[in-house]
C-alpha cells in the first residue's frame, strides 16, 4: 500500500531554514505528481508546492521565491527547501500523493518559525 514518511522540520528562527523529506513506497514513484501542503494553527490546510513527474514545479504566492520542492527518483523522495522562514509559515507540513482516485498524506511534520 501507499506509505508517505516525513522527516526534518523543527523550530527555527525568522530567516532561517529549514529541509523537509519524505520518502515514498507502495507505487512507481517516478510517475506520480507530487504536493506538500500545510496547515497553520487554527487554520485550514492549503497547498504549498506541486511538482509533476517531469519536474515543473508550482508555488502559492506566499513562498515563491523562498521555497523549493523538488525530488529524487532513485531515492523515492520528495523534498521542500524552505529559505527565508517567516512566523506565518509555521504550521505542520504534510506530503500528498493523489493515487487512484484516493488522497495519502504523510504523518505531518511541525515547522515553527519564531520572530
Known amino acids: 500500500q501507499v506509505h508517505l514518511r516525513q522527516s526534518g522540520g523543527g523550530l527555527v528562527q525568522a530567516g532561517g531554514s529549514l529541509r523537509l523529506s519524505c520518502v515514498a513506497s507502495g507505487y512507481i514513484f517516478s510517475t506520480k505528481t507530487m504536493a506538500w501542503y500545510r496547515q497553520p494553527p487554527r487554520k485550514q490546510r492549503e497547498l504549498v508546492a506541486v511538482i509533476d513527474s517531469g519536474g515543473t514545479t508550482t508555488y502559492v504566492d506566499s513562498v515563491k521565491g523562498r521555497f523549493t520542492i523538488s525530488r529524487d527518483n532513485a531515492k523515492n523522495t520528495v523534498y521542500l527547501q524552505m529559505n527565508s522562514l517567516k512566523p506565518e509559515d509555521t504550521a505542520v507540513y504534510y506530503c500528498?500523493?493523489?493515487?487512484?482516485?484516493?488522497?495519502?498524506w504523510g504523518q505531518g511534520t511541525q515547522v515553527t518559525v519564531s520572530s
Open positions: 500528498n500523493v493523489p493515487f487512484r482516485d484516493v488522497d495519502y
